[in-house]
């Protein structure tokens, strides 16, 4: 699917938070036929940060697909240099070639990345690069419907519900609305 189709479909134009299950949607379009034997740095990156524990990780629920769309498109303020930005610190870091290394040493390597990135205020351009791929893994994940419906816990009403609150002349409404929150 290309960009000027995705935003014509009017998915995206329906508001932010239809954002993710646009992306899912499109990402599962483009994957019906398609085979990859060999795993890219996204594969990897994504198997690092969310590994296959007692549900499956980012790798098996198809986020590297939906990490290089959402790039692709821009979302997170993400482009195509941070996965270059990203790649050339890897491998500098791991002294080789980062996708030739073992996973325990690319396990190593990104932990390194992710807490240098954390430390740096404010975060130099390699360290804001990884700072978008990781946030587009972890929206990836989290909206897949594995990891909205196995990994998380959704309560429709959390904690005890009131249906008659008493509220004072001081009172103002509660805003939970986390998708504004910047």
Known sequence: MNRRRLLTSGAVAAGAVLVPSALWWAVRQEQRGSVETHPTLLDVLCDLVIPATG?????????PAFVQLA?????ASAHAPDLQLVAADLDRRSGARFMSSTGARQHEVLAAVDAAAYQQRPPNDIAAAWLRIKQLILLGYYTSEVGATQELR??????????????????RAWASDWVAVT
Do not use: K
């Open 55 to 63: 549900t499956p990780g980012a790798l098996e629920v198809g986020v």
């Open 154 to 171: 959704y309560e429709l009403v959390p904690g005890r519900f009131d249906s008659d609150i008493a509220l004072g002349q001081d009172d």
């Open 71 to 75: 790039i692709d498109h821009g979302l």
